[in-house]
């Protein structure tokens, strides 16, 4: 809900910044946030075992959201490297974030699962 909270008020607006300047590895955390918390319920499943299920079921609705997001922010970074001049000193510590998010996004859909296999809801799912 804060993530929609965030973007909401980032599009209602009226001054926006430019691509250049608005658009960096920052807006990738709102990613890195929702595969966190997709990867805490996977992990956490078996310690809240009466509530296993419904842990499972938003957390498997959390990741790909979560892989939404980063398809949206990744396209629109790619696109800013592409068609804007790139320095050295326009690369940033915070778009280092852009290999992160990529990586816990992939951690999290693993211990899914991981945890699917003891799971009733989510077992279907596995190959």
Request: aromatic share 12%; charged share 15%.
């Amino acid at each position: 809900m804060l993530t929609y909270a965030v973007f909401s008020c980032t599009t209602a607006k009226q001054v926006k910044p430019s691509l250049k300047e608005g658009l960096h590895g920052s807006c990738l955390l709102t990613v890195v946030g929702t595969q966190s918390v997709s990867l805490l319920g996977a992990i956490l499943c078996d310690d809240f075992s009466l509530y296993r299920d419904a842990i499972l079921f938003l957390s498997l609705t959390l990741w790909p959201g979560g892989g939404m997001l980063y398809t949206w922010i990744i396209s629109l970074t790619f696109n800013r490297y592409c068609f804007e001049p790139v320095d050295r000193d326009y690369m940033s510590p915070p778009d280092w974030i852009n290999m992160g998010a990529m990586g816990i996004s992939a951690l999290a859909g693993a211990t899914l699962l991981d945890a699917a296999e003891e799971s009733t809801l989510l077992y279907q799912f596995l190959p």
